[in-house]
């Protein structure tokens, strides 16, 4: 069943979707216009305001270079595709290694979103090359796992709200996890995605005639081969010894940073990937030639992060944001408050891809209107929460990095997603409001 209405879902998409930087000018345009028509502003106001927050995301932009460049160095270790490789034998058919992949890429993005999208993507390719599969629903698949993030170890907004002297404490306080990552209605909701996402993948698995393959040997053998030394200074880029110092020492930082009661992080990631990928690459040459393979994929986060960073910019200083999130929290009553907010940050989502950024436009709104109405704050938070995980779904700006490993484009898994943002919104969406 599912299959016949993935079906026309993934023609349309493939027929009407740009590409994701024009999808990205095309948001820009339309962000412009409506901070001009709803909120008021003149042309030249409201293009200061997105020439202004252009450059706001340098710092989280070379973060996802990092989470897409280290990841795949370090999945390109002779080690780690072995493991890869041996797990990925464990799959007899199609449905299985869809149904595998989904499993790894959801307990992998409940851990750490970075760690979600790298594995996810790095497994599904070792699968393609023992698996006679439909590709696209096999990254799709192993996107659908970064559903759950938001209500996941490293969610940023259950870690912020948790965090003492955070920018609403004065409002709310201090909530710790158990009252939101923990609770029982967030749990409830993971649960609930941990055996329906993998069931929908593999509903929507096409008939043979319908399927998509790749050819094995398209997808490259990231192993790195090794070359003698001729000159001096090749013999340092050949040696081990250089990286052995530096990845000793970086195993010592990230055990005093966790023995210390450190947590995961974007940056803790981001350092314990690059580590790992000095220490098992063994030289610095076969580092380099990795990384020169694996920074083809990330032209997409260089050239469309800014953009988002600008719309982000306009939605913020215009208005915008905090009048969708009004409008939306003004039909609800104290049972209904945690679906609007859900729904309404679904939709902040697509023009304020970041679930800090996020937070920090729509708090301001949900929070005195939670208290208002009598609604846990904890539940208020964790509903703008997953709704800024909800509308990834069919978001490409988070697709980037695992498109770009697999080597697809993003209407080539976005037809197969609409059905997760349906299926999961609806999933969400009762846990929120029922439970």
């Given amino acids: 069943m599912l299959n016949l209405l993935s079906r026309p879902l993934v023609r349309v998409v493939d027929r009407y979707l740009p590409d994701p930087y024009v999808l990205v000018l095309i948001l820009t345009i339309v962000v412009m216009a409506a901070a001009m028509l709803v909120e008021g502003h ?33 999945a390109s ?27 790894i890429s959801l307990a992998a993005s409940w851990i750490n979103w970075g760690f979600g999208l790298v594995v996810g993507a790095l497994f599904a390719k070792e699968l393609a090359r023992l698996v006679r599969v439909d590709y696209r629903l096999l990254v799709a698949s192993a996107y659908s796992g970064f559903l759950v993030w938001h209500g996941g170890l490293a969610g940023s907004i259950p870690l912020s709200v948790a965090t003492p002297g955070h920018p609403f404490e004065s409002l709310i306080g201090v909530i710790s996890t158990t009252d939101s990552t923990f609770s029982f209605y967030n749990m409830a909701i993971v649960i609930a995605l941990f055996i329906a996402v993998p069931l929908v993948n593999r509903a929507m698995l096409p008939s043979e005639a319908d399927s998509v393959y790749v050819d094995p040997a398209k997808l490259g053998d990231e192993t790195v081969k090794d070359t003698k030394p001729e000159r001096p200074a090749e013999w340092l880029e050949t040696t081990p010894y250089l990286s052995w110092v530096i990845g000793v020492a970086g195993l010592y930082w990230l055990a005093s940073y966790f023995f210390g009661g450190g947590s995961l992080s974007l940056n ?14 063994g030289t610095p040459r076969r580092l380099l030639d990795s990384l020169a393979e694996g920074i083809g994929g990330a032209a997409g986060i260089v050239i ?22 009004d409008a939306m929290v003004s039909l609800a009553t104290e049972r209904t408050f945690p679906f609007w907010t859900f729904l309404s940050a679904g939709i902040v989502n697509f023009f304020v891809p970041s679930g800090g950024g996020q937070w920090a436009v729509q708090a301001p709104v949900v929070l005195p209107a939670a208290l208002e109405l009598g609604v846990d704050p904890a539940r208020a938070a964790m509903a703008v929460a997953w709704g800024d995980a909800w509308t990834n779904m ?25 059905m997760h943002l349906l299926i999961g919104g609806a999933i969400i969406a009762i846990g929120l409001t029922f439970l």
């Fill in 77 to 103: 270790t002779p080690v780690v595709r072995r493991a890869l490789a041996m797990l990925a034998t464990k799959a007899k058919s199609p449905s299985s290694a869809i149904v595998m992949v989904t499993l």
């Fill in 268 to 281: 803790v990631v981001n350092f314990l990937f690059l580590t790992l990928a000095i220490l098992l690459h």
């Fill in 394 to 418: 069919i978001q490409p700006f988070w697709a980037l990095p695992i498109l770009g490993i697999a080597g697809l484009r993003a209407k080539d898994i976005m037809g197969f997603c609409v």
């Fill in 42 to 74: 003149g042309p030249g106001a409201v293009i200061e305001m997105w020439g202004d927050g252009f450059w706001s995301l340098l710092q989280f932009s070379m973060q996802m270079l990092l989470v897409l460049v280290a990841g795949f160095m370090m």
């Fill in 304 to 325: 469309q992060f800014p953009f988002y960073a600008g719309i982000m910019g306009i939605m913020v200083a215009s208005g915008l944001a905090a009048t969708i999130s």
